[in-house]
């Protein structure tokens, strides 16, 4: 598996401002996702980070709203950028590693709740 | 974005009863994760299928990977208090890394 943490845990913004949430890992790992989480609803895909090059956006999703970093192999930060009260969601940071199978697998970080006013 | 259905949506079930709870897809997957979320957590992985067929156990918890590789299952057998959560599946698709999720299946355990 994987240690992952993210900070902060939680936070309640303001609307039109920006909040830049980090994903740390225990270990050194090629790609790192960033998930969206809606109240009550399932996880989404935001974007694929690697380190070295840009971040790959989803549909729906772009960099001028959650501009990622990916300075090295065990560190990511996404920022929300104006937030809007739709922005409230918890934001999830995953890692990839390869499991007993040589298959691989994704495993999560906590997750940050954002509520945006 | 695209998701999987799950059903049931949710379940209330009685301590020490067995529950059962399935994903289905349009398009063929070659990878099925199934997630528990609790409440405030990141979701985490349970079990791992990679072959159409497959049978996989994980102490009281067993996942199935459909023949059509279109669904899967996973069974709880014999529930206790802390199997309440939010289980996911997700599936990948050949030469992508990318997962789908699931909408969940929300599950209440009564003592």
């Known amino acids: 598996s994987a240690v992952i943490s993210q900070k902060p845990s939680r936070d309640i913004c303001q609307r039109g401002t920006s909040l830049t949430i980090q994903c740390q890992v225990d270990s050194q790992v090629t790609m790192m996702f960033w998930y969206r989480q809606q109240p009550g609803q399932s996880l989404t895909l935001i974007a694929t980070?690697?380190?070295?090059?840009?971040?790959?956006?989803e549909s729906g999703f772009v960099i001028d709203k959650f501009p990622i970093s990916r300075p090295n192999l065990t560190f990511s930060t996404l920022t929300v950028s104006n937030m809007s009260p739709e922005d409230s969601s918890i934001y999830l940071c995953s890692v990839e590693r390869t499991g007993v199978n040589s298959y691989n697998e994704q495993f999560f970080g906590p997750g940050t709740r954002l509520t945006v006013l | 974005g695209q998701q999987l259905n799950q059903s049931p949506q949710s379940m209330f079930i009685q301590e020490g009863e067995d529950v059962s709870m399935n994903c289905t897809s349009s398009s063929i997957f070659n990878t099925w994760l199934w997630y528990k979320q609790d409440p405030g957590e990141g979701p985490v992985l349970l079990i791992a299928?990679?072959?159409?067929?497959e049978l996989t156990s994980n102490g009281r918890l067993t996942a199935q990977f459909g023949i059509t590789r279109k669904d899967s299952f996973l069974n709880i057998s014999a529930s206790i208090p802390s199997d309440v959560g939010i289980y996911f599946c997700a599936g990948s698709s050949s030469g992508t890394y990318k997962y789908i999720f699931g909408t969940g299946t929300r599950l209440k355990v009564l003592a």
């Open positions: 299928l990679y072959k159409a067929g």
């Open positions: 980070a690697n380190q070295g090059s840009e971040a790959t956006y």
